[in-house]
């Protein structure tokens, strides 16, 4: 029965890529075809060891030889460019919510290949502001730290971080600019405290460009008394 009613299901609704848009199978357990995901822009060579960002040279990237970063490493499986731009376009803002799934399976790999499952006590999505999270249906790094967190068996806490302000939308804003949007932006719900001391978080987001967002997190996190901050996000940006 279930398989009849698969098949009448795909015929009238066909599943298809979200990248391509040719045809999957119903039995396929993703959005996005193997071709396309072997596709996508991977975040390889040489990187800043501490933020992931594209490097020329040396072990460390300017900012974080001369900025104060609160987190103390960031991981993304992709590159902010090309395809992976317009399906987390897509994941954020048409309802592509099933996304969640795929890029949570490569921002998996990247966890387990820095063994950091084996150090993390606890997964924290970055928060979105309630009147946004209400438009727009979900939290998008609330999604992706749900998946991450069925899957390397560490509980999650979505309660923790509170975003208090509505901030305009980063990507467009120069560095200054972000962290001038971001400041008192966040703030820890109190009863929590002793939830995070002396743990290790894993911070999850959808993009970090100029780690504003997550090194204010951060921030907070360890002024709680949160040991270690690592950050996970499905693509980072160069500079």
């Given amino acids: 029965m279930k398989k ?79 395809s992976i731009k317009m399906l987390i376009h897509n994941f954020k803002y048409s309802n592509r919510f099933f996304l969640a799934k795929d890029f949570s399976c490569a921002m998996v790999d990247v966890i387990l290949k820095n ?5 993390v006590d606890i997964v924290i999505p970055v928060p979105l502001f309630w009147t946004r999270k209400i438009f727009r249906g979900y939290n998008q790094a609330d999604l992706l730290a749900k998946e991450i967190s069925k899957k390397i068996n560490i509980k999650i806490n979505n309660k923790i971080l509170v975003r208090k302000f ?14 001038e949007n971001l400041q008192k932006s966040f703030y820890i719900r109190k009863k929590y405290n002793d939830i995070i001391k002396n743990k290790n978080v894993l911070l999850v987001d959808d993009i970090v460009t100029t780690c504003a967002t997550v090194n204010s997190c951060a921030k907070l996190l360890k002024q709680a008394g949160a040991k270690k901050v690592f950050v996970i996000s499905i693509a980072r940006t160069s500079f």
């Fill in 166 to 179: 509505y901030t305009k939308a980063q990507f467009a804003l120069n560095r200054k600019a972000r962290q």
């Fill in 115 to 119: 063994q950091w499952d084996k150090q």
């Fill in 4 to 82: 009849i009613l698969n098949y009448f299901i795909n015929f009238f609704f066909p599943k298809v890529c979200s990248c391509c848009n040719k045809n999957l199978s119903v039995k396929y357990n993703g959005a996005i075809c193997i071709n396309c995901l072997n596709n996508l822009p991977k975040n390889e060579g040489l990187k800043c060891s501490v933020c992931d960002v594209q490097i020329q040279k040396q072990q460390h990237c300017y900012d974080c030889l001369h900025n104060k970063n609160y987190f103390d490493f960031i991981k993304a499986p992709y590159k902010y460019e090309k």
